[in-house]
Antibody, heavy 123, light 108 residues
Framework: QVQLVESGGGVVQPGRSLRLSCAAS????????MHWVRQAPGKGLEWVAV????????YYADSVKGRFTISRDNSKNTLYLQMNSLRAEDTAVYYC????????????????WGQGTLVTVSS | DIQMTQSPSSLSASVGDRVTITCRASQSISSYLNWYQQKPGKAPKLLIYAASSLQSGVPSRFSGSGSGTDFTLTISSLQPEDFATYYC??????????FGQGTKLEIK
């Protein structure tokens, strides 16, 4: 079955860096765009970044642009999120999600989602 | 940027009730609107995509409608497992999508 498993979360000081990973299985990873979405404690959902199936296009929310980098390794079926210059407001559960479009097409909806990994930015 | 506004923010209802949640976009987004359900401590789950297409495996009591700027999610007969928070999300832009603020559906 389709599965997404995030890892790499933890407690980090403001200004430091962290890299999240998302291991995909059960589908042809290289055929799908992938997203990161986050949720601050007790708050709503915020889309963070998207990467095209082949890595050719990447887009970011204004709140993370210039600090976060999305990437993928299709040979390892893994999605990444490099987070630099972290701030307290980046504290959230980070979810990876597969784009809804099939066969290299962009859909723009998210299905399925991983279980999430918690990032806490605190001194 | 496209802003999404849901109403109400919270809603109390009983098992068997018909419930409607509304989502409004700040500009026309055609039918590029999706709905998710989230239960506490769990990842969101896709219910409806492209405004009215029911995701595989989702019960038929869920339905979506609308186009342009105004959209609705309807649950025809509430079941105990439907009490959760619901989010709309626009996918008009290929550069990512914004969510509504969420609607918490509680048991009356």
């Amino acid at each position: 079955q389709v599965q997404l498993v995030e890892s790499g979360g933890g407690v980090v000081q403001p200004g430091r860096s962290l890299r999240l990973s998302c291991a995909a299985s059960g589908f042809t990873f290289s055929s799908y765009g992938m997203h990161w979405v986050r949720q601050a404690p007790g708050k709503g959902l915020e889309w963070v970044a998207v990467i095209w199936y082949d890595g050719s296009n990447k887009y970011y929310a204004d709140s993370v642009k210039g600090r976060f980098t999305i990437s993928r390794d299709n040979s390892k079926n893994t999605l990444y999120l490099q987070m630099n210059s972290l701030r307290a407001e980046d504290t959230a559960v980070y979810y990876c999600a597969r784009d809804g479009g099939e066969d290299w097409n962009y859909g723009g909806w998210f299905d399925p989602w991983g279980q999430g990994t918690l990032v806490t930015v605190s001194s | 940027d496209i802003q999404m506004t849901q109403s109400p923010s919270s809603l109390s209802a009983s098992v068997g009730d018909r419930v409607t949640i509304t989502c409004r976009a700040s500009q026309s987004i055609s039918s590029y609107l999706n709905w998710y359900q989230q239960k506490p401590g769990k990842a969101p789950k896709l219910l409806i995509y492209a405004a009215s297409s029911l995701q595989s495996g989702v019960p038929s009591r869920f339905s979506g409608s609308g186009s342009g700027t105004d959209f609705t999610l309807t649950i025809s007969s509430l079941q105990p497992e439907d009490f959760a928070t619901y989010y709309c999300q626009q996918s008009y832009s290929t550069r990512g999508g914004t969510f509504g603020q969420g609607t918490k559906l509680e048991i009356k």
